[in-house]
């Protein structure tokens, strides 16, 4: 079968004709099946569904169910490159039923990955995960390492999309394991997606790195599109780094590729690229070129991106003026089953009215015993003022740790600061000097900043004991919050930070509490972690509890300090693998926060080995509500389905 798409539809009508004359059903349905997979291509999207709703009708009658199914498969493919998703949706989720009652789960599993992509587009987070996550068992039961290491990449570009880092990297990273070292368009794909990930972190230098890989990897016969942008993540990589001259070439190299793939969006926006390098070098007449040709191609880009606009706007108004007539329907049948609930209130008014009266009777027996209410009111004020007079006794000695904390650790940063601009008041600093101080004094007051704010909540706790705000709080979310926070501070001691929190979970707690204790355990864990080591955050149920872990492969607790880390004795502080100062407030911060939230904090630590921090919190039964995901499309995986070059389903 011919290659080129305007071939191959020549092919597909020929054989048309010949199944037609020859009165072959079976053949009809294969040369429709050709014809619409070219026109795909061809991106003329409507001839496409044409043909592939033809081929469907003519399997249904033969009575080919498979073959049927995989037909509504492309349907559904093609309404969603066509921007149609709603319709889309609903072609996905009929063949994903129509296939697993055929028992074929290979099949059932493409279209999982499908709807995962789909979900991905509509910004539907957690179903697009369940449909990826769905689709990876069944590839690894079958033990179809390709497939496997193609879902894990679109797994991590779902992570990615969401700023979730550190789980983006992780399923990253697996693909490429997964992947056989003869697929190199998978690990070239993986490769770029990790060089994006350490793009957003500003990793310049291993976003380079993995970039260069990505393209020595890249297939000659991948699409042009593809490999111009990864010709583009490379110049800015390289003009970050202020490497201007390989910016450039790398720039040079993408156009003729760009040109080849036709988008004129992309020739722009190269353009516009490398005239801003010629003019950070100096070279201003080419400069001029270059953004001569960028204004150039700027409108015909433009009117390009409004033509497809339209497009997907005409036809997202025919879904959504279909979807609204259902609601009309569903709305008319609302108003009766309201008339019906009118009814039952009339009948019930007597009950109601019984009840009032029951209420007025209540209030009266009230009445007679507001005098007792009386006498015991002025029992809780007396109790209530011995409760202050011991508060102010507390709030006292809480004031004068206060005082003392302050006088001694932060005294020594501000000092140094002190004598530091000093120094370069006088001009009496040479600059290698100025920075070895400055990195020094840099650490200095990142120390002195969480020791502020150790302090501060340490006081605020101390003054309000007891008053939080229990609600409902996705543990998952937050966490990789402070894993995206601390992130930079294990890469410097290249420290692996994994968050493996079930998504989603939930607890009730109040959500700042909860936060400065993930903060503070995790900052601890990197703190006595080695360069090398390993930082990983788990949690399992137990019972009407959440049990969340946080261990480490660090230098460990010695048996004898093990009381002392909670402040039970006073604030305790120990320097970390890197001579990091600590606070000696953060630890009992936690477990006061921790049981105020009706937990309990406890560790397990072992010299040389590592520590583990475990703290409880009352789990939350999953609402409806807490299936909704939130949104955003995923990078290649939604990149091939705008290009056409989605997975194909094989009858």
Known sequence: MPLNPEARLRYGERLLEQAVAAQSAGKQAASHRIIASAQNELRHYDQALRHYRAARRLHQHLRLSHHATVDLAHVGHTLFIQGDTGQARRAYQAALQAFTTL?????????????????????????????????????????????VAATLNALGNLYYQQRQYSRALFHLRRAMQVARPTDSLALSESLNSVGQVYQDLSNDEQA?????RAEQLLPHAAPAGVRATLWQGIAAAHDSLGHWSAAQQALLSSLPIARLGGSKAQLSAIYQALAAVYRRTGNYRQALAAM????????????????????ELRTRYETEKKEREIQLLIK????????????????????????????????????????????RLLERKNAAINRQKEELGRLNQTKDTLFSVISHDLRSPLSSLYS????????????????????????GLNNTLLLLDNLLNWSAAQMK?????????????????AVALLLGDAERKTILLLNQLPVPTLVRADVNMVRLVLRNLLGNAIKFTPEGGTVTLTAAAQGTMWAVSVHDTGIGIAAADQDKVFGKAGPFSTLGTARE????????????????NGGQLSLASIVGQGTTFTFTLPALSLGPAAGEAESGPALTAVAAAESGTGSQFAP
């Open 420 to 443: 530091l601009l000093s120094l370069l008041n006088m001009g009496a600093l040479p600059p290698e000097r100025l920075a070895l101080h400055s990195a020094r004094l840099t650490r």
């Open 465 to 481: 004991k007891d008053k939080i705000r229990p609600e409902r709080v996705r543990l998952d979310v937050l966490a990789e919050e």
């Open 332 to 375: 008319d049948r609302q108003i009766q089953e309201a008339n019906l609930r009118r009814q039952k209130v009339v009948r019930n008014a007597l009950a109601a009215g019984a009840v009032l009266l029951l209420l007025m009777v209540a209030g009266l027996y009230r009445g007679r015993q507001q005098q007792v209410r009386v006498n």
């Open 581 to 596: 100062k600590g606070t000696g407030l953060g630890l009992q911060l936690c477990q006061d926060f921790v049981e105020r």
């Open 208 to 212: 380079l790195t993995s970039f260069l």
């Open 103 to 147: 028992r074929q789960p290979t099949a059932a599993a493409y279209v999982l990955g499908q709807l995962g992509l789909l979900y991905g587009r509509q910004q539907k987070w957690q179903q697009a995960l369940a449909s990826q996550q769905q689709a990876l068992r069944t590839w690894q039961q079958n033990r179809d390492s390709a497939k």
């Open 292 to 311: 001569t040709r960028f204004a150039g191609l700027k409108d015909s880009a433009f009117a390009e991106e409004r033509s497809a606009q339209v497009a």
